[in-house]
């Protein structure tokens, strides 16, 4: 019995019981664990857009919870760019040094104090393209959305919303993606801001030197930051999407 009883905690750990907050399918339940086993996901149902369905993991990258109204749906907040190699840990300690080249060889978030909007010294605009790039952060089979993706699910409408906790989120087409205000981390200082209050999510797309395609909102307004451009070396969130090819 105490065996017994000692294997159904295991499973639990390992399988957590998937939660029903932003309106899962049956269908789509498949667990993706990733980072040794310390998170599980799961496939929102697809999103009919413009460019077709798009399918989604249920929480940003590195998020305990997939529930908006609270921090642990947050996640981290990555160097666009830059492989899961701790930096991205709201706990990690910085730097100031650029790294020459994508393996870092440390864990520490890159303060980009000459401002040159990148954490790299000689920047790379295919680290995160498509499931196959050299550093894509996302499980096995998904990727970043790109800008034609994010822009493809605006238009199915949104809107800034608060939980009942007091922390804001962006509903995307009548609850089909919920993304929590999950903050950014300052390239300049190292500091975290806006937690809480605003969202900033990465996209695939190199736009132009030390720029990359993503999405920010606030309780005021949304801006898809296709022309007004995010800098890399800026620490923001992840939500992944599945790639067409699987």
């Known amino acids: ?11 639990l750990i390992i399988f957590p019981f998937k939660s029903w907050n932003q309106n899962y399918d049956d269908n789509f339940a498949k667990p993706i664990v990733s980072e040794e086993g310390r998170f599980t996901y799961y496939e929102l149902p697809p999103i009919k857009t413009p460019v077709g369905e798009l399918i989604f993991l249920d929480r940003n990258l590195g998020a305990l919870s997939d529930y ?26 910085t730097v100031l040094t650029l790294a020459s080249n994508y393996q870092t060889n440390h864990d520490k978030f890159i303060v980009d104090e000459r401002k040159a909007n990148d954490w790299l010294s000689n920047p790379d605009d295919h680290l995160w393209s498509k499931e196959n790039g050299l550093t894509n952060p996302c499980p096995c089979g998904y ?51 806006h937690m809480g209050t605003r969202g900033y999510y990465w996209g695939a797309d190199a736009v132009s030197k030390g720029t990359s ?26 939500r992944c999407i599945k790639d067409k090819g699987h």
Not at 1 to 11: D, E, G, L, V, Y
Not at 68 to 92: C, F, I, M, N, P
Not at 213 to 238: E, W
């Open 68 to 93: 908006v109204g609270t921090s642990d749906s947050w996640g981290d907040l990555y160097q666009w760019g830059r492989a899961t190699d701790g930096h991205e840990k709201r706990l990690s300690d």
């Open 143 to 193: 990727r970043l959305p790109t800008a034609e993706e994010w822009r493809a699910l605006l238009s199915l409408g949104y809107q800034v919303k608060t939980s009942q906790e007091g922390y804001y989120y962006l509903d995307i087409g009548n609850g089909q993606l919920l993304l929590p205000a999950a903050g950014l981390r300052n390239a300049y200082t190292g500091n975290f801001q």
């Open 213 to 238: 395609s993503c999405i920010d909102f606030n309780k005021d307004d949304i801006t898809t930051n296709v022309t007004v451009l995010g800098f890399r070396a800026f620490g923001r969130s992840i």
């Open 1 to 11: 019995m105490q065996k017994t009883i000692i294997a159904f905690i295991s499973f």
